[in-house]
DNA sequence: TAGATTGTTAATCGATTAACAATC
DNA sequence: TAGATTGTTAATCGATTAACAATC
C-alpha cells in the first residue's frame, strides 16, 4: 500500500481529509470525484489525487472515490483504531480540558492515566480517571507501558518530565508545553501544539489587515 | 521596514524565534551570529538570515544580531503590543482553559469578554471577567467594538456565530471549532486551531515508528 | 462505445540551502 | 588591517499544479 516515504505536507493533510469524508459519508454521500472533493475543501483535484495516490489507488477511473472506502482507509493510514496507551502530564486548566474535551478514542489513543505533581489535584476526578500524584508514575508505567504522553506542564518542569518518560518507554509526546522536545530527543515522535504561537500567528495577520486598510 | 509580502512559512517561524530571543535577552546574551542561533534552535543559518531580512536588515556584518533589539522588532512585527480587543465565545471546558490559560496580553489581544449560550454558566467567573449570554452579544459589539474573537464552540453552532461575529465587525478569528470558517469568510484572518488533526497526526507517527521497529 | 475521471508524468512554482561579495 | 558575519544572489530541493494517457 505505502510507497516509500510520505511527505509531511501530506500527512497534515490526512486528518482534514478524514473529517471532511466522515461528514459526506454521514450525508449518505456514496461516491466523489477528486474535482467535487477540491470545490468542497479548498484545495486543487490534482492535489488530492497526488495525495491519495502515496498510499496507493483508492479510486476507480470514471468513476471517482468511494467515500466510505475512502474514510476508512485514511483512518486506516492515520491509525485511529489503535488505542494506544497513553497518560497525560499535568492536570492543570489546560490539562484538565484537554482530557475533557478530546475524543482520544477516535484518534488513535487511549487515555489510561493523568498526573499531576501538585498533591491538591491528587484525587480529583476527570471523566473516568483519577489524577495521581507524580510518586506513581514510575510504577505505573512499568505495569501499564503506555506508549504517549500529553504534556500539559509549564516550560521549566518539561525538560526533566520528558526524560524521565523518556527512559519510561514513551515514544510520541502531544507536547502543549513550550519546552522544545524535539531538541533534546530527536528519536521520538512528537507533535507540538504551541497555542502563544497561534495566538500570535493571528495578531500578524489582524495588525497586516489594519495596515491595507489604512 | 517591509519588503512585499512575506511568505506564511517565514510568519509562522516569527514567534519561535520570538520565543527563543526572549529566553536568551532573559538570561543575558547580548549578540548571536545567525549561525549560533541556527545552532540553538534546529534550523540553518541561511534560513535564518533570509527570514529576517524579508523585513530588513537587523544585523551588522561582521557583528550578528543584538538580541534585545532583534526581539523587540519581531514582537512589533507581530504586533504583540496592539491589545486588540477580543471576545471569546463558548465557555465550556476548552473556553475556560484557553482564557485562563492564554497571556492574551502578551500576544497582542486583550480579552474584554466571554459569552456562552448556555444559562447555567453566565455569571461564571473567568479571571476578571463574568460569562454574558449570547443575548448581549449583539449590543456589547456594538459599543465595545471587538476586532477579534475566540470560538470555543462546537461545530454545529459555528456557521451562524461566525456570520453574525462577521457582521458586527469583527476581522480576525482564533478558531477552535472543525467549522471551516475560511470557507465561509475569505475575508477573514483565522488561525485554526484543530487540536484533533494534531493528534491524528501523532498518531501516524507513533504507528509509523511501531511499524518501522517491527 | 463514449464519457468521465483516475493515476502518473512533466512543468511550474516556491521555499530552503549554499555561496560569496559587501562591510562592520 | 584582518576576521567575522551579514545581506543577497544563485543553486538546489521539494511541493504544487497542469496535462494527458490509461482505463473503468
Known amino acids: 500500500m505505502s510507497k516509500g516515504t510520505v511527505s509531511r505536507s501530506v500527512i497534515r493533510r490526512l486528518p482534514r481529509y478524514y473529517r471532511f469524508l466522515g461528514e459526506l459519508e454521514k450525508q449518505g454521500l456514496i461516491r466523489i470525484s477528486s474535482r ?57 486548566n489546560l490539562g484538565k480540558a484537554i482530557a475533557a474535551h478530546i475524543d482520544f478514542n477516535k484518534r488513535g489513543f487511549k487515555l489510561i492515566g493523568i498526573f499531576d505533581s501538585n498533591p491538591e489535584l491528587e484525587g480529583m476526578q476527570i471523566g473516568s480517571l ?44 502531544w507536547n502543549f508545553s513550550h519546552y522544545d522536545l524535539k531538541l533534546a530527543h530527536a528519536n521520538a515522535v512528537v507533535e507540538n501544539v504551541h497555542l502563544g504561537d497561534s495566538l500570535m500567528t493571528l495578531s500578524y495577520g489582524l495588525k497586516k489587515l489594519e495596515d491595507e486598510n489604512k
Not at 489525487?49 to 485514511?74: A, S, T
Not at 500524584?133 to 500529553?150: M, R
Request: aromatic share 8%.
Open 36 to 92: 467535487e472533493l477540491s470545490e468542497r475543501m479548498g484545495l486543487t483535484a490534482s492535489q488530492i489525487r497526488q495525495d491519495f495516490n502515496c498510499f496507493g489507488g483508492f479510486g476507480q477511473q470514471g468513476y471517482g472515490y468511494n467515500v466510505k472506502e475512502l474514510h476508512e482507509k485514511i483512518g486506516e493510514i492515520l491509525g485511529v483504531n489503535m488505542a494506544s496507551p497513553t497518560i497525560m502530564i499535568g492536570a492543570g
Open 130 to 173: 483519577e489524577v495521581k500524584g507524580t510518586a506513581e508514575l514510575e510504577q505505573f508505567c512499568k505495569s501499564s507501558k503506555p506508549e504517549a504522553a500529553v504534556l500539559c506542564i509549564p516550560k521549566p518542569a518539561a525538560a526533566e518530565v520528558a526524560n524521565l518518560l523518556v527512559s519510561y518507554g514513551i515514544s510520541a509526546f
